[in-house]
């Protein structure tokens, strides 16, 4: 039987990891074990369960504890589990719950990008994307369609914010993946990885040309929203690739072109 702690104030300090303090002072930079995140859904908790994360509380809307959600809550073993009606979770967290469940957590162990481009053929780079809906989109993409991790620069979105993983529906912690230098094109060489920069340019190669496919390893190079890729980043990828476009139509999200492109460049 779960043991469910009803919520009579919604200023008590142990809720303040659900209502007041931001995803940033939960990331702890300074002090990484300790960083935590915050999960929504059960999938997406059952998913960072199975990704190495430990549950600390549970915030549930008991109208929707599903099986699905009891199945989730029963693996986090003997957390504090608070709860209260929709209106009251949504007036102490800001928004409405995603099938009304959240979980604190600590954030699990990342492998270093070294450790990623070692076991894997197809890697996905994202520059400067800042959109946490389009990172988790990618994220999820890159599960579905056979990306073996994922390396970001500096200047993107932490992939484990509510909103990306709630988006990927659990893959980022499913998808190895992992902040890289400024000089992760000397990385990526270092490791026999071709490069494939997205960019909409008259010289570059179709997807579809077969060199790409012939790639033993290769990293798709995708750019930030708007601007896309950096000018003096596509100059140093090996490959400058597009996607045709019909009817007029200028560019594809990059979310979306991250899916057409991880299906056609996919390790055969």
């Known amino acids: 039987m779960i043991q469910f702690t009803e919520i009579t104030d919604i200023e008590a300090p142990e809720l ?12 702890n930079r300074f002090e990484p074990k300790k960083g935590m995140l915050i999960a929504e859904s059960p999938k997406v908790i059952q998913r960072a369960l199975d990704g190495g994360c ?17 199945a989730a809550i029963a693996r986090c073993g003997d957390v504090p589990v608070y709860t209260a009606s929709m209106d009251i979770l949504t007036k102490l967290t800001g928004f409405q719950l995603t099938r009304g ?3 604190a957590m600590l954030r699990p162990r990342q492998p270093a990008a070294e450790e990623i481009l070692s076991s894997g053929r197809r890697v996905a780079v994202l ?3 800042m959109n946490p809906t389009n990172v988790g989109a990618i994220f ?3 599960a579905a369609l056979g990306m073996d991790g994922v390396l970001l620069t500096s200047g993107c979105t932490d992939p484990l914010y509510r909103r990306s993983a709630r988006v990927s529906m659990g893959t980022v912690f499913q998808v190895p993946w992992a902040y890289v230098p400024d ?3 000397e990385l990526l060489k ?28 290769l990293a798709v190079v995708l750019g930030t929203e708007g601007d896309g890729l950096a000018q003096q980043t596509i100059a140093r990828c090996d490959y400058t ?12 999200n990059v979310a979306a072109a991250s899916a057409v492109a991880f299906w056609e460049l996919r390790a055969r």
Request: proline share 4%; aromatic share 4%; hydrophobic share 40%.
């Open 16 to 27: 303040d990891v659900f209502a007041r303090l931001t995803e940033a002072q939960l990331l």
């Open 54 to 70: 430990v549950p600390v509380s549970l915030l549930v809307e008991r109208g929707h504890c599903n099986e699905e959600a009891q």
């Open 101 to 103: 469940m959240l979980c």
């Open 127 to 129: 520059e400067n994307v």
């Open 140 to 142: 999820r993409s890159a």
């Open 183 to 185: 000089t992760w094109q």
């Open 190 to 217: 270092e490791k026999s990885f071709a490069t494939a920069a997205m960019a909409l340019r008259e010289d570059s190669l179709s997807i579809d040309d077969p060199l790409l496919r012939q790639q033993e390893k």
């Open 241 to 252: 690739v597009k996607i045709p476009m019909y009817h007029g139509v200028d560019s594809l």
